[in-house]
């Protein structure tokens, strides 16, 4: 399905990054996988099946970085990936009246600002080389309903589908897709943090009465990069169990 393709993941040492990793490798794809813990990406990188895979530890919130990344792997491969899978993100909970500005400002320098950094890095490059391209930007279901002590989280994943909704529209002319992928709350490092009376609290409201699973996400990401997927652009697509 995505054979031929070169393929750059941010936050791809864990949860739904490495689980698109996985699989976009194993559909065929040369893949590019970031993130800021060495530790994971190695182990990452040790996982993905296939030749032409390479690492880069990246802080997608500094945008110089992300441009000195992007020089390299053009150096390196002769080519700018033409899937971006954009699944870097932290969270800082604490309710509104505790959080402290650090707090909101860290949250949204790396799920929104660094989205923007590595978009922007990745269209420039796609453009130059007169070549098409999917970008697949990870929101998230709170982004749209809002939660208990996410303002800072909630605020920038909605940000981040505001914002793939705009690339789609001005990149479209260009063969550049745009969307966003919608999880619902999805087993992963974060929501291992989350207290179990919380987590309890969740899973009630799940129609199917569980937590996702990274590689369900995964598949859904996997979709939007291929062609199987070329008339869809600027959508958010939900994988939620119904919530």
């Known amino acids: 399905m995505l054979a031929g393709k070169i393929a750059l993941v941010t936050?791809?040492?864990?949860?739904?990054?490495?689980?698109?990793?996985?699989?976009?490798?194993?559909?065929?794809?040369?893949?590019?996988?970031?993130?800021?813990?060495?530790?994971?990406?190695?182990?990452?990188?040790?996982?993905?099946?296939?030749?032409?895979?390479?690492?880069?530890?990246?802080?997608v919130a500094n945008a110089e970085i992300v441009e000195q990344t992007f020089k390299n792997i053009l150096k390196n491969y002769e080519t700018p990936p033409n899937i971006i899978v954009n699944s870097a993100g932290i969270t800082r909970d604490s309710f509104l009246l505790?959080?402290?500005?650090?707090?909101?400002?860290?949250?949204?320098?790396?799920?929104?600002?660094?989205?923007?950094?590595?978009?922007?890095?990745?269209?420039?490059?796609?453009?130059?080389?007169?070549?098409?391209?999917?970008?697949?930007?990870?929101?998230?279901?709170?982004?749209q309903t809002g939660n208990m002590a996410q303002v800072n989280y909630s605020a920038s994943k909605a940000g981040v589908e505001a914002l793939s909704k705009t690339v789609a529209k001005e990149m479209g002319k260009l063969g550049i897709r745009c969307n966003a992928v919608v999880p619902g709350f999805i087993k992963s490092p974060m929501t291992d943090l989350v207290p179990e009376k919380v987590k309890d609290f969740f899973l009630a409201?799940?129609?199917?009465?569980?937590?996702?699973?990274p590689e369900e996400v995964a598949e859904v990401i996997a979709f939007l990069a291929s062609d199987r997927s070329s008339y869809i652009n600027g959508a958010s697509i939900l994988v939620t169990g119904g919530l």
């Open 11 to 59: 936050g791809a040492g864990s949860g739904i990054g490495r689980a698109a990793s996985l699989l976009i490798a194993r559909e065929g794809a040369k893949v590019i996988a970031t993130d800021q813990n060495k530790k994971s990406l190695d182990e990452t990188l040790n996982l993905l099946k296939g030749d032409g895979h390479s690492s880069y530890t990246l802080d």
């Open 98 to 143: 505790n959080m402290t500005p650090e707090m909101f400002k860290d949250v949204i320098d790396v799920n929104l600002t660094g989205t923007y950094n590595v978009v922007k890095c990745a269209c420039i490059a796609l453009n130059e080389y007169k070549h098409s391209g999917s970008i697949v930007n990870i929101a998230s279901i709170v982004g």
């Open 205 to 213: 409201r799940i129609p199917l009465g569980r937590l996702g699973k």
